[in-house]
């Protein structure tokens, strides 16, 4: 079977760091087309993941009549998620866009509704559910091992990590929000993932925007997706808290992307009433139980396959076979849906209830 055609759009950090190399690894693919506004940087992932037949691109309209392409990588800013994929899928196109989905919930909708309108794939960068370790814990949970699972707790915090300050991810036109958007959005998915997402029946959040306020007197040790622009824009959270009732069980969660605590903590709890689970984000986690009147605790270790391979791997499968897998739109809205309630109750200031 002849490889498939791929259009990457975004040839920023995802792109080479995840999409580019699973492609260029995996032989069921071909990179057809490189695009980002800055050519020179669309040129370089080009050359190192693509062949001598891929094709440098600004403009992501220039491919979108080649029916030869049949998927896309949509790596771009938040902002561009909806309207580049909406376009995509109207071309026909099997569509994987990275996280978050988009800026809210009613982009998100529209996007699933071109998806469904088109009769194409729209899959989400929501890359923890193919890692192994996560795949474990939800088998656990599924099988019952757990008991009855009343309550999960999410930390997603660090010292003083704000990226980019001043730049696209502290801008809220761009990104959409801050630590919330761009860390929660995987742990909060991650959790529905596991507990096959019940109904949500309210949320309650509230957000702060403290630490990076005063730009130039914000102090750090390093800067992912930096260095700082003073004459830019910080209008984003750099601190959340939330709480969220489902059908099932309960959901709290502390994140930071800059807190006055020099310790970084990231993982996931959950608590049944016959064994809990902790879990390390990206590693791996420990079942505790209880056996013949004893206290035990379990280490889980294992292989750990590669996520974002894996996650490219099902795309170009289920684009070959037009089947909706665990990444289909579809299975995230209720990420999205209770990232807006948070965001709503933090402006509003009270719980936001869902019918």
Not at 58 to 74: A, I, R
Request: one cysteine or more; glycine letters at 8%.
């Amino acid at each position: 079977m002849k490889p498939v055609k791929i259009a990457i759009i975004g040839c920023g950090t995802i792109a080479n760091s995840a999409h580019g190399p699973s492609y260029a690894k995996n032989p069921k693919a071909k990179i057809a087309y490189c695009v980002y506004i800055i050519p020179e940087r669309a040129k370089a992932l080009a050359e190192k993941y693509g062949d001598a037949e891929t094709q440098v691109l600004t403009d992501y309209h220039d491919f979108l009549q080649d029916q030869s392409v049949e998927l896309v990588s949509v790596c771009v800013p938040n902002y561009l998620h909806a309207p580049i994929s909406i376009d995509c899928l109207n071309a026909g196109k099997h569509v994987l866009c990275e996280k978050p989905a988009a800026v809210n919930y009613a982009e998100v909708l529209r996007m699933k509704e071109a998806a469904d309108k088109n009769q194409r794939i729209l899959n989400i960068g929501v890359v923890n559910r193919f890692n192994t370790a996560v795949n474990k814990v939800r088998d656990l949970i599924q099988a019952g091992e757990l008991g009855s699972l009343y309550h999960i707790y999410c930390s997603f915090r660090a010292h003083r990590s704000i990226p980019g300050l001043g730049g696209q991810f502290t801008t809220k036109a761009m990104a959409g929000g801050g630590v919330l958007i761009d860390w929660g959005v995987h742990f909060i998915d991650l959790i529905c993932y596991c507990i096959n997402a019940p109904a949500v029946q309210s949320v309650s959040g509230a957000a702060y925007s403290k630490l990076g306020t005063d730009m130039e007197d914000y102090v750090y040790t390093g800067m992912w997706a930096g260095p700082p622009d003073y004459s830019g824009t910080y209008d984003v959270e750099d601190f959340v808290t939330g709480f969220v009732r489902t059908a099932g069980p309960s959901i709290t969660l502390n994140g930071a992307w800059a807190q006055n605590l020099n310790e970084r903590a990231m993982f996931i709890e959950f608590l049944g009433d016959k064994a809990g689970i902790k879990l390390q984000y990206g590693g791996q986690f420990t079942l505790f139980s209880t056996k013949d009147d004893m206290l035990t605790e379990t280490k889980c270790d294992m292989n750990m396959a590669d996520m974002f391979y894996d996650e490219i791997d099902a795309f170009i499968e289920c684009g070959r076979q037009g089947k909706k897998i665990r990444s289909n739109v579809d299975e995230v809205l209720v990420t999205a849906q209770i990232m807006d309630g948070l965001y709503q109750s933090a402006e509003s200031g009270q719980e936001v209830v869902f019918s």
